[in-house]
């Protein structure tokens, strides 16, 4: 029961790596509210409620400010407090600068990086009146190290390492932490189009040793892990890292 008695936002909740989080929290005591433009969102917070855990979903675009300041209000009316933010939500549309379309730049860096500015700047003054927490910022193996034919999505990865890093130094003396979490090639639909880079997920599995030291796919649930870790008192000593999970890709 690491989480017990606190309070967590989760973003992108509705499947894959935040549905997975958002489950994990609420194993361990927290009070989770899941968000997501998807629906289905629902369905994983009444999973939970029916674990026996505590989750309610609350609809919202973290690209929009409204919508997040409103979130955040009804998180601090439901449950009271809010400690832990794991910013999960993101997109991945492939091009180089060539072929991207700018709305489709423009929308990378609304979902990816300006969310979690907006969860910060409406939830940081909530995680003050609490005495502090963690946020948890969900970079990429692409924080670290480029890759051909994703310029918007590992733009903006690099972004979120380095929004991490600058938020770090400006609420440590408020005893808020943030981190970023750089997962590798992880189980979940965000990768359907990037697969078909490589030529379709048929080949990619093939040279898995090749993309991934690790020789397979990771679970979300194997993020969800770290992402509690983080979120955890475990992590105490941590603020402004990059915390890499990825299967060994940037080893090389
Ligand atoms: N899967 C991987 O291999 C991998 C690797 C590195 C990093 N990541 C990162 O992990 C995070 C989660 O991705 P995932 O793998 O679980 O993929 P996913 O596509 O299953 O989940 C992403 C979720 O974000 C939600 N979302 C998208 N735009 C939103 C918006 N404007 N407002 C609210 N919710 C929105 C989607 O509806 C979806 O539920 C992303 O930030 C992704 O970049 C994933």
């Known amino acids: 029961m690491r989480l017990q008695q606190k309070t967590a936002l989760v973003t992108g909740a509705a499947q894959g790596i935040g549905a997975s989080t958002a489950r994990r929290f609420a194993q361990e005591g927290a009070q989770v509210v899941l ?10 917070a009444q999973e939970i409620r029916d674990a026996g855990g505590h989750a309610e979903f609350y609809r919202a675009d973290i690209s929009k400010s409204a919508e997040v300041q409103a979130l955040i209000h009804f998180t601090v009316e439901r449950y009271g407090a809010l400690h832990v933010i794991c910013n999960v939500a993101g997109i991945n549309i492939p091009g180089s600068v060539l072929d991207l379309d700018e709305a489709i730049w423009d929308r990378t ?6 969310s979690m500015f907006l969860t910060a700047k409406y939830g940081i003054p909530e995680i003050k009146k609490a005495g502090g927490g963690s946020i948890i910022n969900t970079g990429s193996a692409n924080s670290l190290v480029a890759e051909p034919l994703l310029s918007a ?7 979120i ?4 890093k600058q938020m770090a130094l400006d609420f440590a003396k408020d005893n808020i932490r ?27 599995e093939q040279m ?6 690790i020789g397979r796919v990771i679970r979300p649930e194997e993020i969800a892990d770290v992402n509690l870790f983080l979120a955890s008192d475990e992590s105490s000593s941590m603020t402004g890292s990059a915390i890499v999970c990825d299967g060994g890709i940037t080893a090389k």
């Open 35 to 44: 968000t997501d433009v998807l629906e289905s969102g629902a369905a994983v």
């Open 109 to 114: 860096f609304e979902v990816n990086v300006k």
């Open 153 to 159: 999505y590992v733009a903006s990865k690099g972004g």
């Open 161 to 164: 390492l380095m929004l991490t």
């Open 178 to 204: 943030v981190n970023c979490v750089c997962p590798g090639w992880v189980d979940t639909t965000i990768n359907d189009a990037h697969h078909d880079l490589f030529g379709g997920r048929a080949v990619l």
């Open 208 to 213: 898995i040793e090749e993309v991934q030291p």
